[in-house]
């Protein structure tokens, strides 16, 4: 219990530092905060220390202290700016000009500058002196801070119930936060909320002043001006841009993103169909990609310099460069036209039509991965541990896989966590190249109207997608590296 | 001096644990490591031997002319090949080509053998090698510039970088020359097409003189440096090749008349071949960019004479010049961007624009050689007017946010807590929507056309750059040389506009490469989607997506245009991978 309630003392002083945390923290434990913060009011110390350093500066003043450190700054000060006038520094700059020899203090500019360096050395050191002072004369008296104060009190048995009682919120907040991993991850995960409304607003003001008109689009040429009207003001698209802005904010954080334009359906709906496609043609040719390219990079970090090795990273160096369409068209032509193997368009059910997309996707992810691995694993085995460990006698197989590639994922990870994104956008034009209904090629064809609703739910969920993703990919490394954990618990 | 001295230092101690660690029984079980290793002194001899043929680039460049040419002739007489009736049926020139391909391989293996023999019998290339080498200089003609770029390394035993560049440069115009040379099978030719063409034959004229010129210059400056190498110990700032180095330090008495040539006669001077360079330059106009260089080099070289101050771009360049991927790279660039500042002058944009309904969906032939599409263009000259925009693009795309991430990010790196956060933040949003997401959304907003799709494009770059740039500052900020310029008293500004900005920008230029690739990749893939460039405009994108219309009966009005964009986008790639190499700080 002892232990516990100094813990969250130390939480509570370490967290209130940051104004994020702060805020959460305050508004959590109002109701026992706001007393506590009433009684620290009443028994703060702060003005007799402000009023008792005062009087140790009356006294420098008094006894001749201030005007001794007085000389010695100002002793200092014109060394220092006497040196850079003429020293080696001013030399060595090529374009300096020629050397000012005159002696510097004659400068009014440089005079005024020694003066107010001088009053701010000085402000320093007698600060420093008077503090110094007062801790030697009186070492109780302290400058509390409100944190250190509730900090303080919540040692006491009966106010750390109360806490608990009455700040419950607040207390398991702290909890929380006690855990290094999960502060990490609740930090984050706050960041979020604020991207994802960055988000949001920026896709929506970008549709709000496309020249493009969603009723124009929908209802066709024929359409009379009151027809549009009637349609806009169905829609709420006659709405002031702050009105739009915030039911838009709204609808998407209630995951309630409205109707879309075209046909009039619920957008979640639609989205509900449309991720699960997409998220498995992504994962197979993230899976492909791994499968392929580690191996392969191992192999070529192996073997440095060898005519595999060269080989490798050519095609890897050709599927970086291969445009993912093309390939696409290619893989259609050879194996659904002319081999009949793989069918061309989408079957629901049939897990053959992945196989194309995942390769074309696949591609240029697995040489990205297959690069960073040669490189990274090359990095590594030339490390002192990895030598030791097979002078050691370990056998080949064991020191690479148990001791170098754990240290050479880290990149990897990276890299795989990095291009997750773009993979999320590269099947746009899979899935328009194998006629998969997607996503991404939802998303275009709602893009031309333009259906905000649709595209503004289509793309902040990507985007949440891919942040939880990056999120999952930065708690990885803490797995990988204990470096990095140990930063992370360092906060 | 080099990076090249130093690994060849460093697998001699490779080689030598490697034969020790054989020797003794104790260490058998490093043996099992990956690097492979034999057994004793016959192992070890093979390593000084293999080590010795590294070091003579000839024999990469002529293995890699063999291997090019045999697999090119081999592709030239598939392409004949008919896979419905299972027959070849080659046309007569083709045929012609193909042989001149295999003669050149086979010439090149020849060579490669006799050469390597030569190494391992006295560690030098001998004359008469080196001038049969210059009968593959002609098979640049039927386009095999592996072969030429063989015969120009194995002409010289001392390849300054001017010398390199001003072989380039000739294959250069003249590779430009015949791409446009296939329009002479067309009904007609634009106007200009003669005079430009003559104007280019005039400039393979000059470069060959430039060649002769260099070849010279080379063998007085390493005279000289023999000279001031015999006086000092030292070897001035000029860039030896690795070769020329390991010859001069080498035990072999080949090289040495040149020294006591140069003793003899005086001193030489790069001023007096500035209105050279100035030519030169001149010259670049058609977008040669290798005769840019060569003049940017002569004139800087002209500047720092006397000085022993090392040149970084130089120092740089030459770099890239040891690696022959990123050399081929370069190359392709340049015939590339060559062609698309030359391309009105050569080609007639009205077969790229305007409908031929009597020429529908021709299949490949000497006057079309990748066809017409459905509209009767001709796709060889839509692919070239491509370059047009494909360059257009990805340099826009590249340069805007190269600066606006670039500033974006340096500040953000270099005044930290509250600047870097509002920055930072800002940026989050733009890079949690994937950049190809973000650019549909802003050209889809907008509407299609190129101003739009650059725009799109740029924005969605400048995150990256900022965090590219961000984190090297971070590095370069907390370095100690930094700290000795705020120790004597630099502005912050200064600092960071003087030393913190410039030593940031290797990684930046690296990536400048990779992204006109991507640039370019991105582009096609947009129009290829409708949401690009017009679709009346010749455009990589635009060209494939009709092709992808007529898969099944007419394939190859993809698949052609699909290679150039491949072929463009992995010379960048090849290029960046040079760069990086070359900018590296822990190889210099």
């Known amino acids: 219990m002892k232990h516990l309630q100094e813990n969250l003392g130390g939480v509570f002083q370490k967290i209130y530092e940051k104004w994020l945390t702060r805020v959460f923290l305050l508004a959590l434990g109002a109701v026992?905060?706001?007393?506590?913060?009433?009684?620290?009011?009443?028994?703060?110390?702060?003005?007799?220390?402000?009023?008792?350093?005062?009087?140790?500066?009356?006294?420098?003043?008094?006894?001749?202290?201030?005007?001794?450190?007085?000389?010695?700054?100002?002793?200092?000060?014109?060394?220092?700016?006497?040196?850079?006038?003429?020293?080696?520094?001013?030399?060595?700059?090529?374009?300096?000009?020629?050397?000012?020899?005159?002696?510097?203090?004659?400068?009014?500019?440089?005079?005024?500058?020694?003066?107010?360096?001088?009053?701010?050395?000085?402000?320093?050191?007698?600060?420093?002196?008077?503090?110094?002072?007062?801790?030697?004369?009186?070492?109780?008296?302290g400058d509390v801070t409100f944190a250190a104060y509730v900090s303080n009190l919540l040692q006491r048995g009966g106010v750390f119930a109360c806490f608990v009682v009455f700040g419950f919120p607040a207390f398991l907040f702290l909890l929380l936060m006690g855990q290094p991993f999960l502060k990490y991850t609740f930090e984050r995960l706050v960041m979020m909320v604020f991207v994802v409304f960055g988000v949001t607003f920026l896709v929506f003001t970008i549709l709000y002043i496309s020249p493009m008109d969603a009723?124009?689009?929908?209802?066709?040429?024929?359409?009379?001006?009151?027809?549009?009207?009637?349609?806009?003001?169905?829609?709420?698209?006659?709405?002031?841009?702050?009105?739009?802005?915030?039911?838009?904010?709204?609808?998407?954080?209630?995951?309630?993103?409205?109707?879309?334009?075209?046909?009039?359906?619920?957008?979640?709906?639609?989205?509900?169909?449309?991720?699960?496609?997409?998220?498995?043609?992504?994962?197979?040719?993230?899976?492909?990609?791994?499968?392929?390219?580690?191996?392969?990079?191992?192999?070529?970090?192996?073997?440095?310099?060898?005519?595999?090795?060269?080989?490798?990273?050519?095609?890897?160096?050709?599927?970086?460069?291969?445009?993912?369409?093309?390939?696409?068209?290619?893989?259609?032509?050879?194996?659904?036209?002319?081999?009949?193997?793989?069918?061309?368009?989408?079957?629901p059910g049939n897990l053959k039509v992945y196989v194309m997309p995942a390769i074309v996707m696949g591609t240029g992810l697995s040489a990205s991965i297959a690069r960073m691995t040669r490189s990274s694993m090359l990095e590594v085995i030339h490390q002192d541990y990895i030598v030791t460990a097979k002078a050691k006698g370990l056998p080949a197989g064991t020191v690479i896989l148990r001791h170098a590639l754990g240290n050479a994922m880290i990149p990897i990870v990276t890299i795989i966590g990095l291009d997750f994104g773009a993979m999320m956008a590269g099947a746009t034009v899979a899935e328009k190249v194998f006629s998969i209904p997607g996503i991404g090629s939802w998303l275009i064809d709602k893009q031309f109207i333009p259906d905000t609703p649709a595209v503004l739910a289509g793309v902040v969920y990507i985007a949440i997608i891919v942040s939880v993703v990056n999120l999952v990919v930065d708690l990885l490394y803490a797995l990988l590296d204990p470096r990095i954990k140990a930063k992370i618990k360092l906060g | 001096m080099d990076g090249g001295n130093v690994s060849v230092e460093k697998d001699m101690e490779q080689s030598m644990a490697g034969a020790g660690g054989g020797a003794s029984p104790g260490m058998g079980g490093a043996a099992d490591g990956p690097v492979v290793r034999n057994d004793g002194r016959a192992g070890f001899l093979k390593k000084q031997r293999d080590r010795r043929r590294r070091r003579f680039s000839e024999l990469g460049a002529l293995s890699i002319s063999a291997g090019a040419s045999l697999i090119l002739a081999l592709v030239i007489v598939m392409a004949g090949y008919d896979g419905k009736a299972h027959a070849f049926a080659i046309h007569g020139a083709a045929a012609a080509v193909a042989g001149l391909y295999l003669l050149a391989g086979l010439l090149s293996v020849a060579?490669?053998?006799?050469?390597?023999?030569?190494?391992?019998?006295?560690?030098?290339?001998?004359?008469?090698?080196?001038?049969?080498?210059?009968?593959?200089?002609?098979?640049?003609?039927?386009?095999?510039?592996?072969?030429?770029?063989?015969?120009?390394?194995?002409?010289?035993?001392?390849?300054?970088?001017?010398?390199?560049?001003?072989?380039?440069?000739?294959?250069?115009?003249?590779?430009?020359?015949?791409?446009?040379?296939?329009?002479?099978?067309?009904?007609?030719?634009?106007?200009?097409?003669?005079?430009?063409?003559?104007?280019?034959?005039?400039?393979?004229?000059?470069?060959?003189?430039?060649?002769?010129?260099?070849v010279w210059v080379g063998k007085r400056e390493k005279a000289l440096t023999g000279m001031s190498d015999a006086a000092t110990g030292h070897r001035a700032g000029g860039l030896p090749s690795p070769n020329a180095q390991a010859v001069s330090s080498g035990d072999t008495g080949g090289q040495v008349e040149g020294g006591v040539d140069g003793r003899t006669k005086a001193a030489f001077s790069y001023k007096k071949l500035i209105p050279l360079a100035i030519l030169l330059i001149l010259m670049a106009v058609v977008g040669n960019i290798f005769s840019l260089l060569l003049g940017l080099v002569i004139i800087s070289k002209a500047a720092n004479e006397g000085s022993r101050k090392i040149i970084g771009w130089l120092d740089a360049l030459t770099r890239i010049y040891r690696n022959y991927m990123s050399v081929l790279g370069l190359f392709i660039i340049g015939i590339l961007f060559t062609l698309a500042l030359c391309s009105t002058f050569l080609f007639d944009y009205e077969l790229a624009t305007v409908n031929d309904y009597a020429h529908l969906l021709n299949p490949p032939s000497i006057a079309y050689p990748f066809g017409t599409d459905n509209l009767g263009r001709d796709v060889f000259t839509r692919v070239v007017f491509g370059t047009r925009v494909?360059?257009?693009?990805?340099?826009?795309?590249?340069?805007?946010?190269?600066?606006?991430?670039?500033?974006?990010?340096?500040?953000a790196g270099y005044y930290e807590n509250r600047l870097d956060n509002v920055i930072m933040r800002i940026l989050d949003v733009f890079f949690a929507v994937p950049s190809t997401l973000l650019a549909i959304a802003i050209v889809a907003a907008f509407g299609a056309s190129l101003p739009n799709l650059i725009v799109a494009l740029s924005i969605a770059n400048i995150p990256v750059y900022a965090r590219t740039m961000r984190a090297q500052v971070l590095v370069v900020t907390g370095s100690e040389f930094v700290e000795a310029a705020k120790a004597c008293g630099r502005k912050p500004l200064a600092i960071l506009l003087r030393h913190v900005i410039p030593n940031s920008l290797a990684p930046m230029i690296v990536r400048t490469s990779v992204s006109i690739g991507i640039a370019v990749l991105s582009t096609s893939a947009l129009s290829y989607l409708g949401l690009g460039v017009d679709s009346r405009i010749p455009e990589w994108g635009n060209v494939l997506r009709v092709g992808s219309n007529y898969l099944e009966t007419n394939p190859y009005l993809a698949i052609y245009p699909g290679i150039f964009i491949i072929v463009l986008v992995l010379a960048f790639n090849f290029l960046g991978d040079g760069l990086r190499d070359a900018l590296d700080p822990k190889l210099k």
């Open chain 2, 111 to 214: 060579l490669f053998f006799a050469a390597r023999s030569q190494i391992d019998a006295s560690d030098a290339i001998g004359r008469g090698v080196r001038l049969t080498g210059l009968a593959l200089l002609p098979f640049a003609v039927c386009g095999n510039v592996f072969a030429a770029i063989a015969a120009f390394t194995l002409a010289v035993p001392d390849r300054t970088i001017e010398y390199r560049l001003a072989g380039f440069a000739l294959l250069n115009n003249l590779t430009v020359m015949l791409i446009a040379a296939m329009n002479l099978f067309k009904e007609w030719v634009v106007w200009t097409y003669p005079t430009c063409m003559l104007l280019l034959a005039g400039t393979l004229g000059v470069y060959a003189a430039v060649i002769f010129v260099m």
């Open chain 1, 215 to 347: 009723s124009y689009n929908i209802l066709g040429d024929l359409a009379t001006d009151a027809q549009r009207a009637q349609f806009n003001a169905a829609y709420g698209l006659d709405k002031p841009y702050l009105e739009q802005l915030w039911r838009a904010f709204k609808g998407i954080a209630t995951l309630h993103p409205g109707k879309s334009l075209m046909g009039g359906q619920e957008v979640m709906a639609q989205l509900a169909n449309k991720f699960p496609i997409t998220l498995r043609v992504t994962f197979f040719s993230l899976a492909l990609a791994v499968a392929i390219a580690v191996p392969a990079g191992i192999f070529s970090a192996l073997r440095p310099y060898s005519v595999w090795d060269y080989l490798i990273m050519l095609l890897a160096l050709i599927g970086l460069s291969i445009p993912a369409f093309w390939f696409g068209m290619l893989l259609i032509l050879e194996f659904s036209i002319t081999l009949h193997w793989l069918p061309s368009i989408f079957l």
């Open chain 2, 390 to 411: 494909s360059f257009i693009v990805g340099l826009i795309v590249t340069a805007v946010p190269l600066v606006c991430g670039g500033l974006l990010g340096a500040m």
């Open chain 1, 32 to 141: 026992f905060l706001l007393p506590a913060f009433l009684y620290y009011l009443l028994n703060r110390k702060n003005s007799a220390y402000k009023s008792e350093l005062a009087a140790i500066r009356l006294g420098f003043k008094a006894d001749g202290t201030q005007k001794a450190v007085a000389e010695e700054v100002r002793a200092h000060v014109e060394k220092k700016f006497l040196f850079f006038r003429s020293g080696p520094a001013f030399q060595a700059e090529p374009d300096a000009g020629p050397v000012d020899v005159a002696p510097p203090l004659e400068n009014a500019k440089a005079g005024q500058g020694i003066e107010k360096e001088v009053a701010r050395l000085l402000e320093v050191r007698l600060d420093e002196m008077a503090k110094v002072k007062l801790r030697k004369e009186s070492p109780g008296l």
